[in-house]
């Protein structure tokens, strides 16, 4: 059996999340007696001064006897995270676009409405 037909006998089932400079992978691959497992890969990607890029990948293999205890933290952690933070995504791509519409108000000799100036010798 040559490698090409090993990897295709191992990857079943396969999705992609492209989500900005990440990209994850979602693989159902199968174990040498037959048995699935789930990869699930994150690819990142970084781009050099030169314009040249490299990725990064990062890998976990889940197996069956795991998924249960894997969803019930998973579901937890993300549940979590949305009770503690809410939905909305902040993010440093975000907090630079809320400081060049800040910097971009306050050289039109507008207020941002984000922060009130306060001289400590009016108080």
Known sequence: MSEKDIMDQEEIYSKVLRAGRRTYFFDVRSTKAGDYYLTITESKKFTHDDGSFHYKKHKIYLYKEDFEAFREIMEEMMDYIIDEKGSEVISERHQKNFKKE??????????????????????
């Open 102 to 123: 800040d910097d971009e108000a306050e050289q039109n000799g507008e207020s941002s409405g984000n922060f009130t100036d306060v001289d400590f010798d009016d108080i």
